[in-house]
């Protein structure tokens, strides 16, 4: 047993200690930057307040600011959440175990998918502000404040200054856009509101039902619907009401065929508020209510309360790696010397911030979680329908909430499973012929639909989807130590995922260990002996790795809870006997499928095998030919041209981070930035897609910070360039805040927040010592770390 050590002899340094927090040198403000305005919507910046968005592009001609709203579908909970029978199931098994899985690959598609299906998250539309001048513009700025949540724009003409202030209120639940001169003749300038037809089919009406309102409704349809080849009829979804109020300081205001035009204003403050019938049938009067309440406020009143109110969150956490003389410089500009092969630091920080801007902006208490846009979409057919796929997206969307200290904007994402928990037991019992517990498949959408959608096995037949999601229940106790939701929605979640994969299971009668089939490794495929690629498999690596974390946290919930029934008896027995998920081949790289197959596509973006590594526990160093294996498996996939896309490569980072590869992890980072990132810092796929920004930032957190393995790492994959720096406010699980500074490569402060008395173990540098933490205590370790160096 190791001997716990007091805090006051920790690394038997001299230590200074402190219950105030640490002074250190925090950046004014983090920005993004540029001399002109956006031209492409990559380029435009983003403001949200969790279910309203907007991308602002910033041009002072004709500006256009393109609009959201979260909850924006069409169609709705109409398709069944089942489709085929257990019959079904059992001949799929006969299939799969006769070798015959070309055939089992065709009917577990054609037995229980729903086929492709059309259901996109759609834009809310555009305000457009046409300005009436030809002004030469000059000393053009445009900016987003990550700190503040404020897109700004500045420029000056004929001596004068222009500006344009653009934010999202959670407060007021509003969008919020001021225009404003010091020019005797103010501005004058036409708003309007409009949106793209949906297939050819109008869905909305502009009016103008004063001289100071403009007033869009609309109702959220989708031609074709579900499309199985066949044509079917409109599919008519959520209603919605999009309402904009001018007021001004100074000129005129009048309507004109569903537009307003201004003249004379030398200040004007446009307010825009939406609301749609997901959330309720009063969302017209909901629209009335919010600009009503914004009547008794001044402008910087509600820009004082907004920044107030992101503040407390973005605040919490703070990153400095110097490089911060290059702040002079535009952001695309120094994006540009990444891409030219220049180094970057502080350009890398202000990406690893950007993603908590974007989480905070996405996703809220109350609203939808982030989607595969976050809200930022400017189509009526995204691309992959900006919906919620749950074999890698949706979880990485996620993996930045609990390290950096953002445990709130968790909560949509368990508001979503809850719902598809529900109806993916419907699925259970009716498709599969499981009577307990619930199943989730690899995509859903705002409906919580748990049903396989696929017109192909490699991508759809897989499910998993709610067995990983599970984690991030887990994950968030852990974070929070929150007991009440531990028990009240946490242990329900992980107990329904736990009951479905008891009764698939099977016992394999070879081995007499507990076996998953059909199984799929999301959007892969291997080779079979003729020739051919397949899917479905006799087990697969992802599957039992995901199997066996869903025990052990139910096991972890209940002992928390003190539970100990037949149900937590079962789930131990089987753990005991479940086949195993991390297998090593004759190459020593881990096995994908059940056997060592060749694969069609070597390099391929997905790495589900390495689910135990990352964002699972189970691969560590202290398991050699497991974590060798590992880094042989990327090293294989990498030397085929793996990792090409945004989410892949931030994955990617966080293998890195877990396998204490500094060199590598410091490589990937910045070819996400060189090959992966748009002008404004949007992850492209390509195209757009944000998961590849919250997996950065989570990567960036391991980097610095682990705590995964019961103990505290500190600094376990510092990039050889970060000599100098230093981070507040990243959060361990045990619910412990914890700020570090180095200097030269090495730890010089390490400051520990503990929300409870508890004892952790601390490693750096292999060097291991136990420490006691009293709750509602900051102790910081100064001065002789040496010991530790």
């Known amino acids: 047993m190791k001997k716990i050590i007091p805090v006051f002899l920790f690394l038997m340094g001299t230590l200074f200690f402190s219950s105030c927090s640490h002074n250190q040198q925090h950046k004014d403000t983090i920005n ?27 041009d002072p001609k004709s500006e256009r600011i393109q609009l959201n709203e979260d909850s924006l579908w069409p169609d709705g909970p109409s398709v069944p959440s089942a489709k085929g029978t257990p019959e079904d199931l059992q001949e799929i098994r006969k299939l799969v175990k006769a070798g015959e899985v070309h055939k089992a690959d065709k009917l577990i598609v054609d037995k229980f998918s729903y086929g492709r299906v059309l259901r996109s998250h759609q834009t809310m539309g555009d305000l457009y502000i046409d300005f009436d001048n030809d002004l030469k513009i000059e000393n053009y700025s445009r900016k987003l404040s990550l700190d503040e949540a404020l897109a700004t724009v500045n420029y000056t003409s004929g001596g004068h200054e222009y500006t344009e202030k653009v ?9 919020v856009v001021q225009l404003s001169t010091n020019a005797e003749k103010g501005l004058n300038f036409q708003l309007k509101l409009d949106r793209p037809e949906d297939t050819g089919h109008p869905t909305v009406t502009v009016s103008a039902p004063s001289k ?18 066949q044509p079917n009829p409109i599919n008519h979804g959520v209603k919605f009401e999009t309402r904009l109020k001018v007021k001004i ?48 406020k001044s402008f910087e009143n509600i820009l004082a309360d907004h920044k107030a109110d992101f503040g407390q969150y973005f605040s919490r956490v703070n990153l400095d790696l110097g490089d911060q003389e290059l702040d002079s410089l535009p952001t695309d500009q120094r994006l540009q010397r990444v891409k030219d092969g220049n180094k970057d630091a502080d350009l890398a920080a202000t990406l690893f911030q950007y993603g908590r801007y974007l989480l905070i902006s996405s996703s809220r208490p109350g609203t939808n979680p982030a989607n595969l846009q976050g809200i930022w979409n400017k189509d009526i057919q995204a691309p992959w329908n900006a919906d919620y796929h749950l074999n890698i997206n949706l979880q990485m969307n996620y993996w930045p909430a609990g390290p950096t200290q953002l445990s709130e904007m968790h909560l949509p994402l368990f508001d979503l499973v809850d719902r ?55 994950e968030h106790y852990q974070f929070t130590q929150d007991k009440e939701f531990l028990a009240r929605r946490a242990y329900p979640a992980l107990k329904s995922f736990a009951e479905f ?37 006799y087990g697969a690596a992802m599957g039992h790795q995901i199997i066996k974390e869903v025990f052990e946290n139910t096991l972890s919930a209940a002992k928390v809870l003190s539970i100990e029934d037949s149900f937590t008896q079962e789930v131990q027995e089987k753990l005991g006997k479940l086949y195993p998920g991390v297998s090593i081949g004759e190459d020593g790289r881990i096995l994908e499928w059940n056997e060592a197959y060749e694969e069609p596509e070597k390099g391929h973006r997905h790495m589900s095998h390495l689910y135990a590594l990352h964002p699972g526990h189970t ?16 090293d294989y996939r990498l030397q085929h041209g793996g990792a090409g896309t945004g989410w892949s490569r931030a994955w990617m980072i966080n293998f890195n981070a877990r396998l204490l590869d500094k060199a590598a992890a410091e490589d990937n980072l910045y070819k996400l930035l060189q090959i992966s990132t748009g002008p404004n810092l949007f992850n492209e796929h390509p195209p757009f897609q944000i998961d590849g920004n919250f997996g ?32 507040e406010g990243l959060v361990a699980r045990g619910n412990i805040e914890v700020d570090i500074s180095w200097k030269d490569g090495k730890l010089t402060k390490l400051g520990l927040l503990s929300n409870s008395d508890q004892v952790k173990e601390i490693v750096y540098n292999k060097n291991r010592r136990n420490i006691s933490l009293t709750k509602g205590k900051k102790t910081w370790l100064d001065k002789a770390l040496q010991e530790i160096n």
Not at 256 to 273: D, H, P, Q, R
Not at 619 to 634: D, R, S, V, W
Not at 708 to 722: K, N
């Open 32 to 58: 993004l930057w540029y001399k002109q305005p956006a031209q492409k919507w990559n380029e435009a910046l983003p403001v949200g307040n969790g279910r309203l968005g907007a991308m602002v592009f910033g």
């Open 167 to 175: 934010f999202a209120s959670a407060v007021d639940d509003v969008l």
């Open 212 to 229: 100071d309102e403009l007033v869009m409704n609309g109702e959220i349809t989708q031609y074709g619907g579900v499309l199985n080849s």
């Open 249 to 296: 300081s100074s000129g005129t205001t009048k309507a004109n065929n569903g537009s307003l035009s201004l003249e004379g204003v030398k200040e004007a403050t446009i307010f825009i508020v939406c609301n749609t019938s997901f959330y309720g049938d009063d969302y017209a009067a909901k629209n009335q209510k919010s600009l009503k309440h914004l009547e008794g």
């Open 420 to 474: 598809l928990i529900e109806r993916g037991k419907v699925t259970a019992k009716e498709q599969y012929g499981i009577n307990r517990g619930s199943v989730i498949h690899h995509a859903t959408d705002l409906w919580a639909a748990p049903w396989m959608r696929a017109n192909q096995a490699y991508w759809g037949a897989w499910i998993h989807g709610g067995g990983w999601i599970s984690q991030h229940y887990w």
């Open 501 to 537: 994969y008891l009764d698939w299971l099977q016992k394999d009668k070879k081995s007499g260990l507990y076996i998953s089939y059909p199984e799929t490794s999301p959007e892969n495929s291997y080779m079979t002996a003729d020739g051919k690629s397949a899917a479905v498999s």
């Open 619 to 634: 691969i560590t160093e202290a398991i050699p030919e497991a974590f060798e294996g590992a880094q042989k498996t990327i």
């Open 696 to 727: 950065f930032t989570a990567g960036i957190a391991e980097l610095l910070l682990q705590s995964h393995e019961g103990f505290i790492r500190v600094l376990p994959t510092l990039p050889d360039s970060w000599k100098n720096g230093h981070i």
